[in-house]
């Protein structure tokens, strides 16, 4: 392979470019599972959770697109597509919050279990939708941001993307603002660090953490909405590959905090990025075959497990996280 041509700046930019968009799937998943765990329930299902928002928000799109939008230049049915993924994931909000927190299972297993009957439900709706047909959508355009995309390479690299990359930049700042600046907030990270002195204050328990796991669920849902509909604009069984995962151990990395949750998927989005660029430049160069395409598929992964390992000795774990709480306890 000519390594030169992956330090020039055109294939530099494109990088970056692409690993913010590869990155904003794990990200909302991140913010939406931060927001969780802040409020002592531990959500292991991630990835049932964003396959089940992938195929709902896939679907709408399609369906949308098919019939009331057929023909339209509208990319209003991304935007529905979009919500319905969100609102799929706060059904399996429910489901997990009834578990975990009115029958008070136990957390590791229901979430598991959430795992297992959101992949098993997203692939039966799936086959019996489209059987045999390859489907796809249209996805979102992408929208520069005047004169911010003109500057010279940061334009290029973080003002030039779809609606959905900004719109993922808008919830991490308001995740922080809630979680730190707001008294709901406050009352989150109260009942995941000691609900019984949370409740002698006043706060209703089972009613944050229910509204935390709902509102985490709703962004998990999001992502793989996005996933589908906006970046792949298909579906297909294992589509997330194992995205749900890396996102509760970059929960860990990141400390429970939106910021530095940022600063670790970009980096799993950089890697990702990275496979891809490396993959298509040994298919069009002959002799480009000295680095096995198993290890770039497992590149990203590894570089955020590395990254855990890295962080494992800094844990903030809220107090009560995965301990269910029963009133007089």
């Known amino acids: 392979m000519d390594?030169?041509?992956?330090?020039?700046?055109?294939?530099?930019?494109?990088?970056?470019?692409?690993?913010?968009?590869?990155?904003?799937?794990?990200?909302?998943?991140?913010?939406?599972?931060?927001?969780?765990?802040?409020?002592?329930?531990?959500?292991?299902?991630?990835?049932?959770?964003?396959?089940v928002g992938s195929v709902a928000g896939f679907m709408t799109a399609f369906y949308l697109e098919s019939g009331p939008f057929a023909g339209s230049d509208s990319y209003l049915s991304s935007w529905?597509?979009?919500?319905?993924?969100?609102?799929?994931?706060?059904?399996?909000?429910?489901?997990?919050?009834?578990?975990?927190?009115?029958?008070?299972?136990?957390?590791?297993i229901s979430?598991?279990?959430l795992v297992v009957f959101g992949v098993g439900l997203a692939n039966y709706l799936y086959r019996q939708a489209f059987s045999e047909l390859v489907a796809s959508v249209k996805g979102m355009p992408l929208v520069p941001i005047p004169l911010l995309?003109?500057?010279p390479v940061i334009g290029e690299i973080l003002?030039?993307?779809?609606?959905?990359?900004?719109?993922t930049a808008l919830i991490v700042v308001l995740v922080w603002f809630l979680l730190f600046k707001t008294t709901w907030g406050l009352n989150i990270r109260?009942?995941?660090?000691?609900?019984a002195a949370a409740e002698t204050s006043g706060i209703n328990v089972e009613g944050t953490r229910y509204a935390a796991t709902l509102l985490g669920t709703a962004l998990v849902g999001l992502g793989g909405a996005v996933l589908t509909v906006v970046q792949l604009k298909l579906f297909r069984e294992g589509i997330t590959a194992g995205r749900g995962w890396i996102a509760v151990a970059l929960v860990i990395f990141a400390r429970w905090r939106p910021g530095l949750a940022?600063?670790?998927?970009?980096?799993?989005g950089l890697a990702d990025a990275l496979q891809y660029r490396i993959q298509a430049l040994s298919t069009i160069q002959r002799g480009a075959g000295s680095i096995p395409y198993e290890f770039l598929l497992m590149l990203p992964y590894i570089v955020t497990l590395i990254a855990l390992y890295l962080r494992s000795d800094q844990q903030d774990a809220p107090e009560a996280l995965g301990r269910p709480y029963e009133r007089g306890t």
């Open 3 to 51: 390594w030169e041509l992956i330090f020039q700046w055109s294939f530099l930019i494109a990088l970056l470019t692409s690993a913010i968009r590869l990155a904003m799937p794990v990200l909302l998943a991140v913010l939406g599972e931060l927001i969780t765990e802040r409020s002592g329930v531990l959500n292991l299902g991630l990835e049932g959770v964003m396959i």
């Open 190 to 195: 109260a009942v995941g660090e000691n609900p």
């Open 262 to 268: 940022v600063v670790g998927t970009l980096l799993f």
């Open 111 to 113: 979430g598991v279990t």
């Open 159 to 167: 003002f030039n993307h779809q609606p959905s990359v900004y719109l």
């Open 149 to 151: 995309s003109k500057i």
């Open 80 to 108: 529905i597509a979009l919500a319905a993924g969100a609102f799929a994931g706060m059904i399996m909000g429910v489901i997990m919050s009834a578990l975990s927190i009115t029958l008070r299972a136990d957390q590791t």
